[in-house]
């Protein structure tokens, strides 16, 4: 067990070290004002060296409101660790064990390694054990099994909500194992996150069509109000896939030279009905309910209220979205359950040998969770990949004006549909019409994005949503 300094002083606390280096994560949601940070929990991994201290803070940012939970995982060295100068967030002064470096967790190889050790089940520390606060670790492993060390890690950049470490594994005998991936989740929020749920149950049901779940790592902390306790998945350790583009660039490339991805398209619906079945077996479905019904349908007025306020121009468009939302109130609506949330051209890996292979089963980042895990309509991941075909389609032509590939997405649309219906059968009007719905909602959305973010890209959205409607009223 590691040597814990009770009654040491440290110059600068380990919070006010955070709070100054945290403003500048790209996970930070408090943009534009300072952190005030407060421990809610926290545990640690062991060092089988004993150099290297390695805890993980849980702490609650209380400048905004609603408060949030982060996860921090650091690491306290004696020496500066060669190569992680873009980690550390600055030195403290110990007074037992003198000046110490502290390192954000995810690039240092000790703390992966002790995080990759508990959630592969080998094991976990008595320090990791222990209870700070209401703190307690629990460790969920999937039927998908890899064994060994690690011997290497890499910090993926560009993430905006998490952290993800790939990492390569020595198996026990000596000779490399199977690499792997951990995400480690920065935001915290009360509830299982549904990236671990969903994909474990694909794994558990036995699917290829998504990677190879091995565990995860979940805890208990402080609520942020006080009096009770919240938990929540912390780390997710699955298959890496290396050496394989997404469907976004491999579309992309095929659009951009003309080259029919029809056949393609068919085999991503099919693919996309295969997960969908498999989530009805593995974690049930339940009736459409009227408060589901009601919920849907005030989110999709107020969606367009939202783009209207961005660009007014659509307001010329109230009838036929009135007529949309009207009638879909009146559709008849088929079972609900769980579904990807989130599903694109961007979320589906083109692994030879293997076909597509969806991932990041998390959903919206940014919505709330209690939103996110709610089981909800198969036709809205329908209806976000048949606007990634058309946002391919789009791109193609703002990058060259001269070329039109309408009627390339036009052909993957109508292919992805009927994979899809070969699975999970014909649709009939009601389907249809509620996947019109559900693109319409996901068009106005787009205009949102586009608006505040790349206004340039609004034409693609604003044309699908002329496109929808005048598909509507025929």
């Known amino acids: 067990m590691a040597i814990v300094h009770k009654g040491a002083s440290i110059v600068p606390t380990k919070t006010e070290l955070v709070a100054a280096w945290m403003p500048e994560q790209r996970w930070y949601h408090g943009k534009g004002h300072e952190p005030r940070l407060r421990r809610v929990g926290g545990f640690r991994f062991e060092d089988p060296e004993g150099e290297v201290g390695i805890e993980t803070l849980l702490l609650v940012d209380e400048a905004p409101s609603p408060p949030v939970v982060y996860q921090v995982p650091l690491t306290y060295r004696g020496a500066p660790l060669d190569g992680a100068e873009r980690a550390l967030l600055g030195t403290m002064e110990h007074s037992v064990l003198g000046t110490r470096w502290v390192y954000d967790g995810p690039h240092d190889p000790a703390y992966v390694s002790g995080l990759v050790t508990t959630i592969l089940g080998d094991g976990v520390s008595d320090e990791a054990q222990a209870s700070v606060g209401s703190n307690e670790l629990a460790v969920g492993t999937s039927t998908g099994h890899v064994a060994g060390t690690v011997s290497s890690s890499t910090v993926l950049t560009g993430e905006q909500s998490n952290t993800s470490i790939i990492c390569r594994m020595t198996s026990p005998g000596g000779g490399p194992a199977e690499p792997l991936i951990v995400k480690v989740f920065r935001t915290l929020q009360d509830g299982d996150n549904p990236d671990v749920v969903v994909q474990s149950a694909l794994t558990e049901a036995g699917s290829a069509r998504v990677p190879v779940a091995f565990g995860h790592l979940a805890g208990r902390w402080d609520a942020p109000t006080g009096g009770t306790t919240q938990h929540g998945h912390l780390a997710f350790a699955q298959e890496f896939i290396p050496g394989v583009e997404d469907a976004w660039r491999v579309a992309l490339v095929a659009a951009a030279s003309g080259h029919d991805f029809a056949a393609r398209a068919r085999e991503l619906g099919v693919v996309t009905a295969q997960i969908h079945t498999t989530l009805a077996e593995a974690l049930g479905t ?92 198969p036709a809205r991941d329908v209806a976000g990949m048949l606007r990634s075909f058309d946002y391919v389609a789009g791109s193609v032509h703002l990058a060259d004006p001269a070329l039109d590939a309408g009627p390339w997405a036009a052909a993957c649309r109508a292919a992805f549909l009927d994979g899809y219906a070969s699975v999970a059968g014909d649709p009939d009007d009601n389907s249809r019409a509620l996947t019109r719905a559900l693109e319409l909602d996901k068009a106005l959305y787009e205009v949102v994005y586009e608006a505040r973010n790349r206004p340039s890209w609004l034409p693609i959205p604003l044309g699908a949503i002329d496109r929808l409607l005048t598909e509507e009223g025929a």
């Open 286 to 377: 339940e009736p459409a309910s009227p408060e589901a019904r009601e919920r849907l349908v005030a989110s999709m007025r107020e969606r367009y209220a939202a783009a209207v306020a961005l660009v007014p121009e659509l307001a010329s468009r109230s009838a036929g979205v009135t007529r949309v939302l009207d009638g879909l109130a009146a559709l008849r609506w088929p079972p609900l359950q769980r579904i990807h949330g989130d599903y694109h051209l961007g979320q589906v890996l083109d692994v030879p040998e293997r076909g597509w292979v969806a991932l990041d089963f998390e959903g919206e980042p940014l919505r709330p969770l209690a939103e996110r895990v709610r089981p909800d309509l």
